[in-house]
């Protein structure tokens, strides 16, 4: 985790205050005297749940609990995940952005669908069974549903 320190918080109050001038609005320095700005990243990932094929860290940041999927070829969510919960389908409710790969929403009615890079995605509550598409690793950011993903 990285803090930035009082000075180096005077200097962007400072940056900040100076680029809005020409919006007409000017913010006192002090604004941002007690704000503390953190940085993390998924390389020291606060929790990683690891699994065959796969592994799933978290960052808990601002109140929210962001999540970083990395699943290799393979990799199959009823298999990998679920068999160790005792689970055919995930119940888990989902936000999130394809990074790299592809993977695939499987819902119980039959439809299956594609979850592509570039692309962001909202899964439902609704049982599903997720697994990778093809020959290259599948990487996705969780917006929502992290905290209780793969527990």
Known sequence: MFRIKRDQAKLV??????????LGVTLPRET?????????NFEAPDECREMELGRFEIIRLGGMTIG??????????SVHVGAGLG????????????VAGEATAAFEDGRV???RAGELFYIPPLAH???????????SLHFLGAEKYAK
């Not at 069974?129 to 990487?139: A, K, Q």
């Open 13 to 22: 109050a400072s940056a900040v205050a100076r680029s809005t001038q020409p």
């Open 32 to 40: 941002f005297m007690d704000v503390d700005v953190i940085l993390k």
């Open 68 to 77: 970083r999927a990395t699943y290799q070829p393979g990799w199959k969510w």
């Open 87 to 98: 689970l055919t389908r995930c119940p888990v409710e989902h936000v999130g952005l394809v």
């Open 113 to 115: 669908v594609p979850l």
């Open 129 to 139: 069974d997720s697994w990778v598409v093809g020959n290259v690793p599948y990487v």
